[in-house]
């Protein structure tokens, strides 16, 4: 969405509006959260912090207690992705043996 009809000669107030069109957010825009999502999102783009976004705590926030509040305003697939990584196998121990070379007594 970032990306989307990016022109080097325009503002970053007319980049910002442009990728807040861009119809691979609309749902977003358009849901229960929508004001709160296009605060947060406007935020991070116009952010000149030296790491990104750090500046746009409060928006973020916001969208975060919307989305608690309103825990069907994104679509299922989006929240399951999380989901299915808790869901996951945790990862298997395994137990490294020495070679058998090492086991050897040496016979000195």
Same mark, same amino acid.
């Given at each position: 969405? !970032? !990306?989307?009809?990016?022109?080097?000669?325009?503002?970053?107030? !007319? *980049?910002a509006q442009k990728a807040l069109e861009c119809p691979c957010i609309a749902d977003l825009r358009n849901g229960q959260c929508g004001f709160?999502?296009?605060?947060?999102f406007l935020c991070f783009l116009k952010s000149t912090a030296e790491e990104k976004g750090s500046d746009c705590v409060h928006p973020f926030v916001a969208l975060q207690k919307c989305i608690k509040a309103y825990p069907d305003a994104f679509s299922k697939d989006i929240l399951e992705e999380d989901e299915v990584k808790k869901e996951e196998k945790p990862t298997e121990e395994y137990k490294?043996? +020495? +070679?058998?070379?090492? *086991?050897? *007594?040496? *016979? !000195?």
């Amino acid at each position: 969405a !970032a !990306a989307y009809g990016n022109d080097e000669n325009e503002s970053l107030e !007319a *980049k910002a509006q442009k990728a807040l069109e861009c119809p691979c957010i609309a749902d977003l825009r358009n849901g229960q959260c929508g004001f709160q999502f296009s605060e947060a999102f406007l935020c991070f783009l116009k952010s000149t912090a030296e790491e990104k976004g750090s500046d746009c705590v409060h928006p973020f926030v916001a969208l975060q207690k919307c989305i608690k509040a309103y825990p069907d305003a994104f679509s299922k697939d989006i929240l399951e992705e999380d989901e299915v990584k808790k869901e996951e196998k945790p990862t298997e121990e395994y137990k490294i043996s +020495p +070679p058998l070379w090492a *086991k050897k *007594k040496s *016979k !000195a």
